[in-house]
């Protein structure tokens, strides 16, 4: 054992021992003409297609040739809620395909539907879990195929969450909002905010096997998760302490030498935190964590009657008794009307990846993520990424700034309004040019090494 580990430590790291590579990244055009495109996967059918869903319901696919398919792959356009022609957090918010898709065919999409029967009338809409089976030749899902398999009726029209995915034990991790409003405090929310509040499946990671359908439940519920006996907390809850949860993906792991010796840091929760006056945050998920909302933001003590001004002091557990956990990476709000760009800066976090592709060497093992926008009523998204200092579960990620630009000056240029990873672990941008649900701006980038660089 001595001996390997003598072996492994002489060999380079590839990350470190390339030539001080920079960390530039060029950014190529794949596909445009959308409005806010939120989701893109890879269709695992051997035909190389991408389904890119826009946020107000149209689910398309970019074809092995980069050309947009004619024929929509779904279109959920007429389930939604109405949508804001303005700035608008609702819509198709998610989309995933089932781990066996090749063989039984269902995918699953979190979108914001008119709020249900019998629900409180100021309440805003009610956001819908649904499964839907393609067609066997995999031309499109099947309209009529829906099942509901989860509802969560939301106060306010923001903090919606609805981003995916499939653990490695195969049930699906879900990121659900605080309601939405401000500070976690208005109408809808417990008094303790719905972040801290178990008895709401607002401010939380969900997990839940949607494949046992042996009760009258739409889904089941592991057995292992923190309140299944439904004593102390909803049982579909993983984790709690949540704001806004946009982005939530597991790290697929590496296969390199030095991966397969150390461990490689597969299968990590990764879900992006977005803030509310100070901080924009980067956790890993463990299961039954408390991560703070809104007791805390980010790392600091949180008042939410002065958001702006935090406590000097935070309670370090919450009301079981458990330690709040800190994020793993965090980042600030620009000062006002100060925005520097040489800063790791931004307003709302656009959650990522943990690069595990083979184009952009430098990447590899980064947490790559975006900022939505530096400034709210300019397009100025940010890449960043952000780096482990240690090995050790838990220990503080670096985040440094990814350059890449799409316009002439230099600069993003755009909202980044998600990420996208294919089946081959390339990543992807998706932006849109407005800050609002209205035009044809939005695009979708591949991230690709810079010329002469890798
Ligand atoms: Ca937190």
């Not at 947009?68 to 939604?80: G, P």
């Not at 918010?93 to 699953?108: E, T």
């Not at 009338?121 to 393609?134: I, K, M, P, V």
Request: hydrophobic share 40%.
């Amino acid at each position: 054992m001595l001996a390997l580990l003598a072996f492994a430590l002489a060999l380079p790291n590839p990350q470190s021992f390339a030539a001080a590579p920079s960390l530039a990244v060029s950014l190529a055009p794949v596909a445009d003409g959308f409005v806010s495109p939120l989701n893109l996967v890879s269709l695992p059918d051997g035909s190389g297609r991408l389904l890119i869903a826009d946020q107000p319901g149209k689910v398309h696919v970019l074809n092995a040739d980069g050309k947009l398919a004619q024929r929509l792959f779904l279109d959920l356009s007429d389930r939604l809620v109405k949508l804001n022609q303005g700035f608008d957090e609702r819509g198709l918010l998610g989309l995933v395909l089932h781990p066996q898709f090749p063989q039984n065919r269902k995918l699953y999409v979190y979108y914001s539907a008119p709020l249900r029967a019998g629900r409180p009338t100021n309440w805003n809409h009610t956001s819908t879990l649904s499964e839907f089976t393609a067609t066997p030749d995999f031309a499109g899902a099947i309209a009529a195929s829906e099942r509901v398999v989860l509802e969560i009726d939301e106060p306010q029209f923001n903090h919606n969450g609805g981003r995916m995915a499939f653990g490695p034990d195969g049930y699906l991790y879900i990121g659900v909002g605080d309601g939405g409003g401000a500070n976690d405090n208005e109408f809808g929310h417990a008094p303790q905010g719905n972040g801290q509040a178990t008895d709401t499946l607002l401010g939380k990671i969900l997990r839940i096997d949607v494949d046992d359908v042996s009760s009258d439940a739409a889904y089941g519920i592991p057995r292992d998760n923190p309140f299944a006996d439904g004593k102390q907390g909803r049982p579909e809850i993983f984790a709690y302490g949540i704001r806004n949860p946009w982005g939530l993906a597991f790290d697929r792991g590496g296969s390199s030498l030095w991966n397969r010796i150390f461990g490689g840091g597969g299968g990590d929760l990764f879900v992006a935190d977005v803030g509310q006056n100070l901080y924009e945050e980067i956790n890993i998920i463990t299961k039954g964590g408390n991560y703070g909302w809104r007791v805390w933001e980010s790392h600091i003590a949180f008042d939410p009657k002065k958001p702006a001004e935090p406590l000097a002091d935070a309670p370090k557990t919450d009301a079981f008794g458990k330690p709040f956990i800190a994020p793993i990476a965090w980042y600030k709000h620009p000062a006002r009307n100060k925005i520097d760009p040489t800063q790791v800066e931004g307003i709302s976090v656009t959650g990522g990846y943990v690069y595990r592709g083979k184009a952009v060497k430098s990447l590899r093992g980064k947490y790559i993520f975006a900022d939505w926008s530096r400034a709210w009523a300019l397009p100025d998204g940010v890449l960043f990424a952000a780096t482990p200092t240690s090995k050790k579960r838990g220990a503080k990620w670096n985040i440094e700034s990814l350059p890449a630009t799409t316009t002439a000056g230099g600069k993003i240029g755009a909202y980044i309004v998600a990420m996208g990873e294919d089946a081959a672990g390339e990543l992807y941008v998706l932006t849109t040019g407005r800050n609002a649900l209205i035009g044809t701006t939005g695009k979708v980038f591949k991230i690709v090494p810079t010329a002469g660089a890798k």
